[in-house]
């Protein structure tokens, strides 16, 4: 770059960075320096012993005559703005979005979903789903064909409906399979990125029907993966919840569902068994979650090794989620956010009552009372270990689920501390409480109002930020099949809660995870049942604990295209 060329600059302001060819860079006076030392003390402390709030940082006032004091930029110079801005709704220099939220690229995927009923297929399908659309912004619709034949035929609670010798049976499912990949082909058309997901039994069981689908999906130009479910070393769990045995005993259920089986089992056929030599060219994953036996094949690319990571990890069975915030913090008795406090006299006594539940609910089985696994998690700060420090440990002794004449030692409750599951962090607004950031960041407190769930504190964090950290965690709460303790933040805690419970990314910080209470959830495939336990009331009602925020007339019901 010539001399020339490197001091020419524009008289017009700007909030970007600092020219990088003005050829000098200005010393701060004491006062600026001072300001900037301010600016970035860290508030966390809290109060001094004196009871006084942490120092404020800098006004938007003073922001902005710090950057109007910054060299000027080049003529030619165009500020670049994060990767991703132009999908972003809300996208501003003050508060980018983060590209972890945006779908990798412009490409269409259909996933089918096949296996013999009662293996886990509209599991699956269901939560891979809710995966996708939750944690990767994508478009996602589940295609179950048994909801469309209740639509379209009515219930058919009579095994025989499903005996495919019955012609009049036959030729009202290939109505229903027609029905199915006709919508499923128009949302393939529509949107230029998406996930279409075929949960079925009867229309994925053959090969003839399976080719017919793959032809048709194809023409939308979208890839293919099937997903093979089996259950070799586990007897097919009926599913009493499905809306096939309403009304009816689980006696009536489980015998009819097998006699449904039995009829599946007559003409299904497995992928790839070498029998028809085309599907050596589909890409496929065929996964045995009871034997821990998977195989992929001809599957590539970011997103369809993200399905395949999250189906292999994910748990068929039903187990439970305990959901706790932590006890009164010091920080919460007084109305401020962040910080790293211990519990207070109300957290503590909530902290002993959590112990209690924990060993007569958690580590025990419901029927029998006998000792169980469990698991316990927590955060890396003080309130939430503090919280769970009169949870009981208890060492038990397991056999080998294959070979039963192993056994070894389990520690049931032993606490596991994450720093994914730490607190939304506030940035500069780190230990203040909401009037003193309303009235030292009045711009930013607006900005949060309008859309709290992709606001960003000044250094800190946002919602949007809090959803990429947790994805590893929700892997690993799938993977897991004991019971299970999150002492976690109102924060995290209401974006796992969201995730479970169906709720759209735009709802979820509005979520109530109040103090003293456990929630319990216990996800399966048709629905996740939530039961909550209050564990401790005070005699006198606590004041606000911080999280208390003025009502949000902005609240969003669903999401933003770019959120």
Known sequence: MSSESSTVSSSSSTSGPASIGSGRSEKLTQEEEEEEEASVKPTGSGPDAKGEAP???????????????????????????APGASAAVGHTIENSIPLSIFPIAADKFA????????????????????????????????????????????????????????????????????????????????????????????????????????????????????????NSREQGMCPYGSPDYAGATKEEAEKDYRMRVENYKRIYEEIDSGKY?????????????????????????????????????????????????????????????????????????????????????????????????????????RRTKETAQYIPQQTLVLKDQENQALEYKWTSMRPRAWHHLDELFAGVCDGMTYEEIEKHYPDEFARRSIDKLAYRYPRGESYLDVIARLEPIIIEMERHREPLLIVGHQGILRIIYAFYMGLTRAQAPYVSIPLNCVVQLEPSAFHCHEERHILYTPTKALPTDGQDEPINKYEMMTDPQSH
Not at 62 to 77: D, N, Y
Not at 176 to 196: E, K
Not at 295 to 324: D, Q, R, W
Not at 325 to 334: F, K, P, V
């Open 111 to 230: 996933i089918c979903v096949c296996g013999l009923p009662g293996v886990g297929k509209t599991h699956i399908a269901r939560r891979l789903g809710r995966y996708l659309s939750f944690f990767h912004a994508v478009p996602v619709q589940v295609f179950n064909a048994s909801e469309y034949r209740r639509r379209l035929v009515g219930l058919w609670k009579d095994a025989t409906c499903f005996n495919f010798q019955n012609a009049e049976a036959v030729k009202k499912l290939e109505e229903v399979h027609n029905a199915v990949i006709g919508d499923m082909v128009a949302f393939l058309d529509r949107n230029t990125t998406g996930v279409a997901i075929f949960d079925s039994g009867s229309s994925n069981a053959t090969h003839a029907k399976r080719a017919d689908v793959m032809q048709k999906l194809h023409s939308t130009g979208a890839r293919v993966l099937w997903i093979e479910v089996f």
């Open 277 to 381: 030599p085309a599907e050596s060219r589909w890409t496929y994953l065929k996964c045995d979650h009871s034997r821990q036996h998977f195989i992929l094949h001809k599957v590539t690319g970011y997103l369809p090794h993200k399905m395949v990571h999250f189906v292999i990890n994910h748990n068929t069975s039903a187990h439970e989620f305990y959901l706790s915030r932590h006890g009164q913090s010091e920080y919460n008795a007084i109305g401020r956010i962040g910080g790293d406090s211990g519990l207070s006299l109300h957290g503590q006594n909530y902290a002993k009552k959590l112990g209690v539940f924990a060993q007569e609910k958690i580590m025990t089985t419901t029927t029998t009372k006998l000792p169980r696994p469990a698991r316990l998690w927590t955060s890396t700060m």
């Open 55 to 81: 120092s404020a940082p800098l006004s938007n006032t003073k922001q902005s005559e710090r950057r109007s004091a910054m060299p000027a930029l080049p003529i030619s110079h165009v500020p670049q703005a």
